[in-house]
């Protein structure tokens, strides 16, 4: 299939172009076009950026809210209770349905990879099971990446350690952990040595949930840095959440920062989750709860940004839309100057890609694969702003998805006239 998109405005590019897709890559960019294409997008000026990744995203319990009861508390321990009475009962093709449907939705919004986190301390391993094979059959429209995830701990039951395993041996992408939900420092410390050896083992990265707590006693991130760099595994290792690191002491903080840098790990907050369940301790003043995006980009650590929740026993709302998460992000860490806000869109297309080690083939330049997205918006700002209508979604050269765009009216002079939400 051959798409030609007119017109099209690119990040840093002061001029508008035409960009050729043949064969799954980008063939051309140039600024006169006399080509004729299967498909030709118009997008008048609109910005075209490379696809979104959502690099944390817990498709096992996505829209499973209310079973069999809702989160009173809104803490990540209620959530974790009423998860465990979910998924004793779990049924893989029921869950691969929603699955399905939420990488669906991620897809009309632009988004084309997602890494998602599959419980693997339940017996059957059905999540992991389930998604492994929901990656093959969706393909076309998600590259998806199953990490195993073990959602009770590692060192709390030797079963546990077990299933890791096995869930590695049936084609888990990546090595979960979740040291702070070990039952002591002690066993948290074990947990990370142990992952290491499981990836090591089987060739894997590290995908962890680290810290995901206030408590400023909670200081794996600093392990897990530290066992990165003894194993050789720079820029292999990825941290969701680290919320602690907002309570930490600004001295430990510059201290912890610098071995990040040295270990080339991706933090991966998720900010729509931790502003929502962290804090809930907290009377006044009420702590914000997420990593520290502005400090880490300004020590030049790499940060990406996930989604973790769809409407499950963690959170109510989310609609699988990675420019709800940096709206989110770039409010809670105060990223709103006017560069730290353009260059925000970062933290959903490059940073991902380098975490994901497809930069090489990532972006919109001539020879790279061609996943791109066309929004209803003229310029960054107002991208993240606006959050506008994903126009056109295309992924490996193929147009996997389409919005309309916004279509409202306002009364003026006595007569609906259409209301644009266009500025300058
Ligand atoms: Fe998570």
New binding site residues.
């Given amino acids: 299939m051959e798409i030609l998109i007119k017109n099209a405005r690119l990040r840093n590019v002061n001029r508008l172009v035409n960009i050729q897709i043949s064969e799954g890559k980008i063939t051309s960019i140039s600024g006169n076009c006399k080509e004729k294409a299967e498909i030709e997008i118009d997008a008048g000026g609109r910005l075209v950026l490379p696809s979104f990744s959502d690099m944390?995203l817990?498709l096992d319990s996505v829209m499973t809210i209310g079973i069999p009861r809702y989160n009173d508390s809104g803490t990540l321990q209620e959530g974790i209770t009423i998860w465990g009475e979910y998924k004793k009962k779990i049924n893989k093709e029921e869950m691969k349905n929603r699955a399905r449907l939420a990488c669906e939705w991620n897809a009309s919004h632009g988004t084309t990879r997602i890494r998602t986190?599959a419980d693997i301390t339940e017996s059957t391993l059905s999540a992991l099971k389930g998604l492994l094979e929901l990656k093959q059959e969706i393909k076309s429209l998600i590259d998806l990446e199953v990490t195993a995830f073990p959602q009770d701990g590692i060192m709390t039951d030797k079963q546990n350690q077990e299933l890791l395993e096995k869930a590695l041996e049936l084609g888990a992408d990546n090595v979960g952990i979740i040291p702070h939900q070990e039952f002591t420092r002690e066993d948290g410390i074990k947990s990370i040595e142990f992952a290491f050896e499981l990836a090591k083992k089987y060739s894997k990265n590290i995908d962890g949930?680290v810290d995901e707590t206030d408590d400023e006693n909670s200081k794996f991130l600093e392990v897990l840095a530290a066992n990165t760099i003894r194993n050789h595994y720079e820029g292999r290792v990825t941290a969701?959440?680290c919320t602690a690191m907002h309570s930490y002491n600004n001295a430990y903080a510059a201290k912890l920062f610098s071995l990040l840098k040295q270990a080339n790990i991706t933090v991966v907050p998720?900010p729509p989750i931790n502003i929502h369940l962290q804090g809930r301790f907290d009377t006044y003043p009420k702590r914000r709860g997420m990593a520290r995006v502005k400090e880490l980009i300004q020590c030049g650590i790499n940060v990406a940004l996930g989604n973790?929740c769809i409407m499950d026993p963690w959170y109510p709302l989310g609609r699988g839309d990675m420019l709800h998460s940096l709206y989110l992000c770039v409010h809670i860490a105060q990223l709103t100057g006017y560069y730290e806000l353009i260059n925000s869109l970062d933290l959903i297309t490059i940073n991902s890609a380098k975490a994901l080690g497809i930069i090489g083939n990532y972006g919109i330049e001539v020879g790279k694969k061609a996943d791109l997205v066309v929004v209803d918006a003229f310029n960054e700002l107002e991208t993240i702003r606006d959050q506008p209508a994903r126009l056109f979604v295309i992924k490996a050269g193929r147009l996997v998805a389409s919005t309309e765009k916004r279509n409202s009216h306002v009364l003026r002079s006595g007569k609906l006239d259409p209301l644009s939400f266009h500025v300058g």
Avoid: Q, Y
């Fill in positions: 944390h817990h986190h949930h969701g959440h998720n973790d």
